[in-house]
């Protein structure tokens, strides 16, 4: 069992920077892919970016050369930092994971995949 706890969420202005972390209580180091999501009122909860279990990383189209995802293993800690945030930013962020052995790909799996879940972190971005 694992549970994720996130946190670094905030308010910032349009153009500024956040880091958000996702400390795991378990070892997720082998054979677990790990996931931003975030989710806007009334919107659905869309993949942000991933690191697989062999460290294929990919990202939403939308945040491509703004965002970048990283593990540190040693701390069971996953990161995501936020640069040159837009209001259309402004969500709540989840960290999630999911137990695999066989993902390769770099394309980010829907929410439906992922078994575990953080509480979630609240950006927001002002204009």
């Known amino acids: 069992q694992v549970q994720l706890v996130e946190s670094g969420g905030g308010s910032v202005e349009a153009g500024g920077s956040l880091r958000l972390s996702c400390a795991a209580s378990?070892?997720?180091?082998?054979?677990?892919?790990m996931a931003w999501f975030r989710q806007a009122p009334g919107k659905e909860r869309a993949g942000v970016a991933k690191?697989?279990?062999?460290?294929?990383?990919a990202y939403a189209d939308a945040v491509k050369g703004r965002f970048t995802i990283s593990k540190d293993n040693d701390k069971n800690t996953l990161y995501l930092q936020m640069n040159s945030l837009k209001v259309e930013d402004s969500a709540m962020y989840y960290c999630?994971?999911?137990?695999?052995?066989?993902?390769?790909?770099?394309?980010?799996?829907?929410?439906?995949?992922?078994?575990?879940w953080g509480q979630g972190t609240q950006v927001t971005v002002s204009s």
């Open positions: 378990g070892s997720t180091r082998n054979g677990y892919s």
């Open positions: 690191i697989g279990p062999f460290g294929v990383i």
């Open positions: 999630a994971a999911r137990r695999t052995y066989t993902e390769y790909d770099d394309t980010i799996l829907p929410p439906s995949e992922y078994n575990y």
